[in-house]
Nanobody, 127 residues
Framework: QVQLVESGGGLVQPGGSLRLSCVVPGSTLDYYHIGWFRQAPGKEREGVACLSGRDGSRYYADSVKGRFTIYRDAENTVYLQMSSVKPEDTAVYYC?????????????????????WGQGTQVTVSS
């Protein structure tokens, strides 16, 4: 099982921007769907954005649509560009991989079927 590694978290002011990175080892990125999730204290883990490994389609939670962008580079990194951040975006952010046997349009924002979770990176939005 591969291990994904997140980075890029930190403290950012409301309205600011931050970019998170997720390094995906090997050829996983060529086949698996990659998702970004977050978990705030006392809350369940929720899907934020996902990227289809099949055709590059992108899906977003309503709470971040228009503010966050998921994309990948030509090698092995998936990014989550966060803009116009709000205090309610404060959470630990994780990336994970979803097997290509799952339909990403249906399961892409559901954390239950994801595997190979990273260790998480803390994002705090505060003035």
């Amino acid at each position: 099982q591969v291990q994904l590694v997140e980075s890029g978290g930190g403290l950012v002011q409301p309205g600011g921007s931050l970019r998170l990175s997720c390094v995906v080892p090997g050829s996983t990125l060529d086949y698996y769907h990659i998702g970004w999730f977050r978990q705030a204290p006392g809350k369940e883990r929720e899907g934020v954005a996902c990227l289809s490994g099949r055709d590059g389609s992108r899906y977003y939670a309503d709470s971040v649509k228009g503010r966050f962008t998921i994309y990948r580079d030509a090698e092995n990194t998936v990014y989550l560009q966060m803009s116009s951040v709000k205090p309610e975006d404060t959470a630990v952010y994780y990336c994970a991989a979803l097997s290509p046997r799952f339909t990403v349009a249906v399961w892409g924002l559901d954390p239950d079927n994801y595997e190979s979770w990273g260790q998480g990176t803390q994002v705090t939005v505060s003035s």
